[in-house]
């Protein structure tokens, strides 16, 4: 009956997908499409500065880089909440999710504008990422000094 059910219902998870393993990378790469889009706006200069993160954190090729972004940016498309990409982030060491939330603030500080949407979302995803206030809040100063 069960799988009667999921053949009915596309087999997939709630957002379409196919339920399949999601790479770090490629979870990392969705928060980070996901911040982007919070203030309604995704910015050629966002997507720039995904892939860029995504080259240097994940050590890709720009190619390989663009093939993980474009799969992100479907994924976060389809996605109904953020717990799909943080169950998979939050199991990184503790210093990779840290550099992860600067990532984050990097990308929705990229438009060069400080929205409370972006600011709403990465205080939630805080805690989802398993980093305290004081991690997040120092991971944005330190995303604010670059931009600087």
């Not at 989802?128 to 004081?134: M, P, S």
């Amino acid at each position: 009956m069960l799988d009667f059910l999921k053949k009915l219902f596309g087999g997939g998870e709630a957002d379409g997908s196919s339920g399949g393993e999601i790479r770090p990378e490629t979870a990392a790469a969705a928060l980070m499409v996901e911040a982007a889009l919070a203030d309604g706006v995704y910015a050629n200069v966002e997507e720039t500065r995904i892939a860029g993160i995504l080259e240097k954190a994940f050590e890709l090729s720009a190619d390989e880089a663009r093939t993980v972004l474009d799969e992100a940016e479907d994924m976060a498309e389809r996605a109904v909440d953020h717990h799909k990409f943080t169950r998979v982030v939050k199991h990184l060491p503790r210093e990779k999710r840290v550099a992860l939330m600067e990532h984050l603030w990097a990308v929705a500080l990229a438009d060069g504008e400080r929205d409370h949407a972006e600011d709403s979302l990465l205080r939630r995803l805080g805690p989802l990422l398993a980093i305290t206030d004081r991690e997040r809040a120092e991971a944005r100063q330190r995303a604010e000094a670059r931009e600087h």
